[in-house]
């Protein structure tokens, strides 16, 4: 069906403009005539090399329906009768004039116009038989065809525009959400600088001590702790660098050390003083987590709440911790009457998705059956 729809919408009135030649050619070919033979043959082949040559309107697409009714203009003129009381050529003349007036150029469509209302006045006026009124009413009809194609361009340029809006709007909205992305990568880079460059501290320190306490006889240990040591700091440097590289231009430093599930309570009560109740719940034996997931955890349940209060139209949320042996879950969970899943620009969970990627875990955010928004995340705490 899909293949037949394309065929129809591509080539349907190529074949209507073939059977109206067919039919013309028959019509024309057994009517009584006053002339000989030969001049009712060319007659039927002019009509008919006039109708199928609207077949190549994509080539000129004004060219050729106007040519379709100057063309029956002069036929008219030399045979009054050949053009009108024929029913195919009154379709192939009404197809020209919508034609016509649905050219993108919109003076060659008032040209039209112009060429359709002189040829149609023209036919009518040959017409051995015609009556005053088809002087107006035949111009008339032709120019309500054109009327019908000017139309059907002013709408199908109105939905061009929509489609091309909504295209750039997609576009949009993809490249916000590559930089958000970027961005929250960013973000969790520099997190996890902290962590590392504080891990990396500890080594650096215990293995100078460590060299200290040697014995000075012993000059190859000490030499390799002293290699260790410095290969440490020239490490802690290179990640001082690759911080600033990441840092935006006239960022501050941030001093202040990395939350972790240990700031919880203090992010609740600050939650709750502006103005949003929320209660934790603890499930099973808490454990030490990894820092740089303790870090992510920690924002995860900070970004949650914070589409709660942005977007879930409610005073109530739970945050719900559950340990197990080979992982963590957090949720956090609302009563309010609207997804909580966007900050506006629809990039709300993209931290969340990061955060969570990176160490191997998922995540569900959705409505609750019961009512309100909740949303899960599941972060491994096993070797990998």
Not at 76 to 100: E, P, T
Not at 161 to 183: C, F, S, W
Not at 232 to 251: K, N, P, V
Not at 259 to 270: D, F, N, Q, T
Request: net charge negative; glycine share 10%; proline share 4%.
């Amino acid at each position: 069906m899909r293949r037949l729809r394309a065929f129809l919408l591509d080539h349907g009135l190529d074949a209507v403009l073939v059977c109206l030649a067919t039919g013309a050619a028959l019509t024309l070919t057994t009517r009584p005539t006053s002339t000989d033979d030969v001049a009712g043959v060319l007659h039927a082949v002019a009509v008919i090399v006039m109708i199928l040559a609207l077949t190549l309107r994509r080539r000129a697409p004004f060219v050729i329906p106007a040519g379709a009714w100057l063309s029956s203009a002069v036929l008219s003129l030399v045979d009054g009768s050949l053009i009108v009381g024929q029913a195919s050529l009154s379709i192939v003349g009404m197809i020209s004039a919508v034609l016509l007036g649905d050219l993108r150029d919109r003076s060659q469509a008032r040209a039209g116009l112009a060429v359709v209302v002189a040829s149609a006045a023209t036919v009518a006026y040959q017409d051995p038989t015609h009556t005053p009124g088809d002087l107006f009413f035949i111009p008339g009809l032709f120019a309500a065809g054109w009327l019908v194609g000017f139309a059907l361009h002013a709408r199908t340029e109105q939905t061009q525009a929509a489609e091309e809006r909504a295209d750039r709007a997609e576009l949009q909205r993809r490249n916000e959400a590559r930089v958000a992305v970027a961005e929250e990568r960013a973000r969790i880079a520099r997190e996890l600088h902290d962590v590392v460059a504080h891990a990396v501290s500890v080594m650096v320190l215990q293995v100078g001590a460590l060299r200290h306490r040697l014995p000075l006889e012993d000059s190859t240990s000490r030499e390799a702790l002293r290699n260790v040591e410095e290969a440490g700091r020239e490490a802690l440097t290179e990640m001082r660098r690759l911080l600033d590289a990441m840092r935006h231009e006239g960022e501050p430093l941030d001093l202040a050390p990395q939350p972790g599930l240990g700031e919880i309570v203090a992010l609740l009560a600050s939650v709750r003083a502006a103005g949003l109740d929320t209660d934790l719940h603890v499930h099973g034996e808490a454990v030490d987590l990894p820092p740089g997931l303790a870090v992510s955890a920690y924002r995860i349940t900070q970004e949650g709440l914070t589409n709660v209060i942005k977007h879930a139209h409610t005073h109530y949320a739970e945050v719900h911790l559950r340990y197990s042996t080979d992982g963590l879950e957090l949720e956090v969970r609302d009563n309010g009457d609207g997804p909580a899943a966007t900050d506006g620009l629809g990039h709300g969970l993209v931290g969340i998705r990061e955060r969570v990627a990176l160490y191997g875990g998922s995540m569900t955010a959705g409505a609750r059956e019961t009512g309100g928004f909740a949303l899960r995340a599941r972060l491994p705490l096993g070797p990998g």
